[in-house]
């Protein structure tokens, strides 16, 4: 059996080159793995708490409501004639304050500090009134669905502001009471 | 945060829509380390979306807001959420006509609807977040995958950018931010729902057309809600478990 | 938007695959293709083409060290590419690909090649000087074993490695056309026949270029060329491309006959978009003219230099047909949005990172990278040239 390899030292020394590569891929790799890649799944862990351990924008509106309580049930429901049906009577009760206001996670934030005395800049919230805001919901469009209340930009109120008619917390107008 | 306010946040059942371990939660966000809040297990929810086709009026709220709840690039062609308005010809309804003006982050111009003719909607779309999703399949390095609790997350310190999990995704989802070069996703706001906030989209949508759903909690109303709806995903006969279910989608949806 | 017609979702404007990922399959069917006709000689005893053995080695190694090159240019983070070796996702189609290139590049074309060139290897660091000494000393590995035992062994080995090496060059390609098919949300791509019909159109490739490499350096280096060898590739070509035609009609019949829900998306698309590439260059020019040209020299005698004429404007068009197939796959691919109700257009940068020049440098690189060989490795020993002149 000597015989058959007495001319192969020149194989020997390939394989060995291979070998040796390998072997330096398997040790490389056991390096670059990162620790933590595998122990849930075919990924690394760690990937799951970065994904969490990001800046919110939008505060929530319990985080609203958790301030500004009064001026919230002042706004939506008339304390002298409480809507007997909050949903039908103002729609926008079940508007989240975000949705009309703007990210306003920082404002929170920052106004818990300073409330806690550290501190913090002073970040109000901003005001709206644009009619831009009230027509993206409100202007008639192709696809908007019926149970929307749209207006005609022109054909509806003149020229005047939504606001000089519509209070935004609470949009229904006389007019619309009686009709 | 005092007694008085901790007691009205549990006891107010009209507006607040928080549990009390979003309450927990809060006092981490406001200490700035979000991630140490202690109370999320990981193995007590599998997330999912409800999206009611009839009750989006197209503001596009839910995409302005998703740009800037994840910092998603503002131009045209990075879009985590977007919406699209559709006009079907009854007697054509294979062939509907579909816009998505910068995915709905202007809002939608008037257009036109002969006669009145067709039927015309809104369909809001997302990462469907599906549970055997063809875009972690392919990722080649691990990079994307889904989490425990049914979320689809991208390792942006591991993705190579190869973008074969773009070309995957049969619902275009997914695109690649020209900041990192590395693949981008909605996260269904990880960030938020494991804190006990609900998404930005479904924070600020008007009408309450999209619902954040946790298929794991027994009290979540999406149980009631899936019992009671003729429901449907996108795309079903490519059989990728899309956790998005759509109430009232109509058989033109692409 | 311009270039867009229809509805696409908004996130498909950017086209996610360059022209770079159409160089990929196509540098590596030419790698696969050219293996295979050097098979025909060691493997199936086609002792004809002898002549092109060595140079269809070389060519298949100075395109495969290319091959990574376009993928690598076009990852968003290439410093990151290692992750595939260490971390290869099982579930993907992508993930073995390092390991299928490895493997294809070290266990067989370098341990073939080296096999075959031993003995020129020890000889020349025996008979020369200096740098050159040492360096053919270090390709040896400083090894001077050629006993007539030894150089036997050399042979046994390079014919094993050659039977592993065939089925190694069917998976190096099949496993490109499979990254393809097996993406089932593209329904111009999800098809089982897309690995077949990769493989057999890589050996068309292959032999076409191999053959137009022959011919160009034969003339180059003032030697006869073998026109016994030059038929029987020119035969072998026409045999693999009438397979390769067969495929994708079969292919293009079936989406026809079946008229799935993608049909009608993809039929407007290879009318409109699709025209010029798919149906006038990949199958008229690409395809059914080499064909009919390489029919005709089965059918009717040519002399020399007129088979050798049809043979260099086959050749040629089969290579245009050919990165017209894999262009028309990658990027007409990309043309159609999943929404199937719209189309977008493939707009190519030129100076940019996945633009038209590095595309072109790279297409040029496997061929400077082939005339290094040539120097270090010559396919062809002097008496060969010699014999040739006189034969």
């Known amino acids: 059996m000597r015989g058959r390899f007495r001319h192969a030292g020149h194989v020997k020394r390939v394989a060995t080159v291979f070998l040796v590569g390998i072997v330096a891929f398997l040790i490389a790799r056991r390096e670059l793995i990162p620790a933590d890649f595998?122990?849930?799944?075919?990924?690394?862990?760690?990937?799951?708490?970065?994904?969490?351990?990001?800046?919110?924008?939008?505060?929530?509106?319990?985080?609203?409501?958790?301030?500004?309580?009064?001026?919230?049930?002042?706004?939506?429901?008339?304390?002298?004639?409480?809507?007997?049906?909050?949903?039908?009577?103002?729609?926008?009760?079940?508007?989240?304050c975000e949705s009309c206001h703007g990210p306003l996670a920082l404002h929170a934030i920052n106004q818990k500090k300073r409330d806690a005395g550290e501190d913090a800049p002073d970040t109000p919230v901003p005001l709206v009134t644009a009619d831009k805001l009230c027509l993206g919901c409100h202007l008639e469009i192709t696809a908007r669905p019926a149970f929307q209340p749209q207006v005609r930009v022109g054909d509806h109120g003149d020229t005047d502001k939504c606001a000089s008619c519509h209070r935004p917390h609470r949009p229904r107008t006389d007019e619309d009471d009686e009709g | 945060m005092d007694q008085n306010r901790r007691a009205f946040l549990k006891q107010s059942t009209r507006y607040v829509l928080l549990t009390g371990a979003a309450t927990v939660a809060w006092e981490y966000i406001v200490a700035g380390a979000p991630e140490q809040a202690p109370n999320y297990r990981i193995a007590d929810h599998w997330w999912g979306m409800t999206i009611d086709v009839d009750a989006c009026i197209g503001s596009g709220n839910c995409v302005r807001a998703c740009k800037e709840e994840n910092n998603v690039p503002l131009e045209d062609g990075y879009f985590r959420t977007w919406v699209e308005r559709y006009r079907v010809d009854p007697a054509d309804p294979e062939h509907p006509l579909v816009d998505s003006p910068n995915g709905g982050y202007?809002?939608?111009?008037?257009?036109?609807?002969?006669?009145?003719?067709?039927?015309?909607?809104?369909?809001?779309?997302?990462?469907?977040?599906?549970?055997?999703?063809p875009c972690t399949q392919v990722c080649p390095v691990g990079a994307t995958f889904d989490s425990p609790d049914g979320v689809v997350l991208v390792d942006k310190e591991r993705c190579v950018g190869c973008r074969y999990c773009v070309q995957a995704c049969p619902y275009g989802c997914r695109f690649i931010d020209p900041r990192t070069h590395t693949a981008d996703k909605c996260t269904l706001c990880?960030?938020?729902?494991?804190?006990?906030?609900?998404?930005?989209?479904?924070?600020?949508?008007?009408?309450?057309?999209?619902?954040?759903?946790?298929?794991?909690?027994?009290?979540?109303?999406?149980?009631?809600?899936?019992?009671t709806h003729r429901i449907h995903v996108l795309k079903p006969e490519l059989a990728t478990g899309a956790k998005v279910y759509y109430n009232g989608l109509d058989g033109a949806v692409r | 938007m311009p270039g867009v017609e229809g509805f696409i979702?908004?996130?498909?404007?950017?086209?996610?695959?360059?022209?770079?990922?159409?160089?990929?399959?196509?540098?590596?069917?030419?790698?696969?293709g050219a293996f295979i006709l050097a098979s025909l000689e060691r493997v199936f005893n086609v002792a004809a083409v002898r002549p092109t053995y060595r140079l269809a080695l070389l060519t298949a190694l100075a395109f495969l060290i290319v091959a990574p090159l376009p993928l690598q240019m076009h990852l968003g983070h290439p410093e990151r590419s290692f992750e595939m070796m260490i971390t290869p996702h099982t579930d993907s189609a992508m993930a073995m690909f390092g390991f299928v290139y490895l493997w294809y590049l070290m266990g067989v074309l370098v341990l073939e090649i080296w096999f075959?060139?031993?003995?020129?290897?020890?000889?020349?660091?025996?008979?020369?000087?200096?740098?050159?000494?040492?360096?053919?000393?270090?390709?040896?590995?400083?090894?001077?074993?050629?006993?007539?035992?030894?150089?036997?062994?050399?042979?046994?080995?390079?014919?094993?490695?050659?039977?592993?090496?065939?089925?190694?060059?069917?998976?190096?390609?099949?496993?490109?056309?499979?990254?393809?098919?097996s993406v089932k949300a593209n329904p111009w791509w999800s098809t089982p026949l897309m690995?077949?019909?990769?493989?057999?159109?890589?050996?068309?490739?292959?032999?076409?270029?191999?053959?137009?490499?022959?011919?160009?350096?034969?003339?180059?280096?003032?030697?006869?060329?073998?026109?016994?060898?030059?038929?029987?590739?020119?035969?072998?070509?026409?045999?693999?491309?009438?397979?390769?035609?067969?495929?994708?009609?079969?292919?293009?019949?079936?989406?026809?006959?079946?008229?799935?829900?993608?049909?009608?998306?993809?039929?407007?698309m290879v009318k409109t978009r699709l025209f010029v590439s798919h149906i006038v260059v990949q199958i008229c020019l690409g395809t059914i003219a080499p064909i009919l040209m390489l029919a005709a020299v089965q059918?009717?005698?040519?002399?020399?230099?007129?088979?050798?004429?049809?043979?260099?404007?086959?050749?040629?068009?089969?290579?245009?047909?050919?990165?017209?197939?894999?262009?028309?796959?990658?990027?007409?691919?990309?043309?159609?949005?999943?929404?199937?109700?719209?189309?977008?257009?493939?707009?190519?940068?030129f100076a940019t990172r996945e633009g038209l020049l590095p595309a072109i440098v790279i297409m040029l690189l496997p061929f400077a990278i082939l005339a290094v060989l040539l120097k270090v490795l010559p396919p062809w020993s002097d008496k060969e040239q010699l014999s040739g002149h006189e034969a």
């Open chain 1, 38 to 96: 595998g122990t849930l799944g075919f990924y690394r862990a760690g990937a799951i708490d970065e994904a969490r351990a990001r800046p919110i924008a939008y505060a929530g509106n319990a985080s609203c409501v958790d301030c500004h309580r009064g001026k919230y049930e002042n706004e939506f429901a008339d304390p002298a004639a409480p809507p007997a049906d909050p949903v039908s009577d103002n729609r926008h009760s079940v508007l989240r």
């Open chain 2, 106 to 133: 202007d809002g939608f111009p008037q257009i036109d609807n002969p006669g009145g003719r067709f039927k015309t909607f809104f369909v809001p779309k997302m990462c469907n977040h599906c549970a055997d999703s």
């Open chain 2, 190 to 227: 990880y960030h938020r729902i494991t804190q006990g906030l609900t998404t930005a989209c479904a924070e600020v949508c008007p009408t309450g057309a999209r619902k954040l759903v946790d298929f794991k909690d027994p009290k979540d109303p999406v149980h009631e809600f899936l019992r």
């Open chain 3, 9 to 32: 979702y908004p996130n498909e404007i950017e086209l996610q695959w360059s022209v770079l990922i159409v160089i990929y399959p196509f540098l590596t069917g030419l790698v696969a």
């Open chain 3, 116 to 181: 075959d060139y031993r003995l020129y290897l020890v000889q020349t660091w025996k008979a020369s000087t200096g740098v050159r000494r040492w360096f053919y000393g270090a390709l040896t590995l400083w090894s001077d074993d050629v006993s007539p035992e030894a150089l036997r062994l050399d042979d046994r080995l390079g014919r094993i490695i050659t039977i592993v090496g065939i089925p190694s060059a069917f998976l190096l390609h099949g496993y490109v056309g499979f990254i393809f098919g």
């Open chain 3, 195 to 268: 690995p077949v019909v990769f493989l057999f159109s890589a050996i068309v490739s292959g032999i076409a270029i191999v053959m137009l490499l022959y011919m160009a350096l034969s003339w180059r280096r003032g030697t006869r060329i073998d026109m016994v060898c030059l038929d029987t590739i020119a035969r072998y070509l026409f045999y693999a491309f009438v397979i390769d035609f067969s495929l994708e009609t079969l292919d293009l019949i079936h989406r026809i006959y079946e008229a799935g829900d993608s049909f009608g998306a993809l039929d407007f």
């Open chain 3, 299 to 349: 059918l009717v005698r040519f002399n020399d230099v007129a088979r050798r004429r049809i043979y260099a404007v086959a050749g040629t068009l089969t290579l245009i047909g050919i990165f017209a197939m894999r262009w028309n796959v990658v990027i007409g691919g990309q043309l159609f949005s999943k929404s199937l109700l719209g189309y977008t257009t493939y707009k190519m940068g």
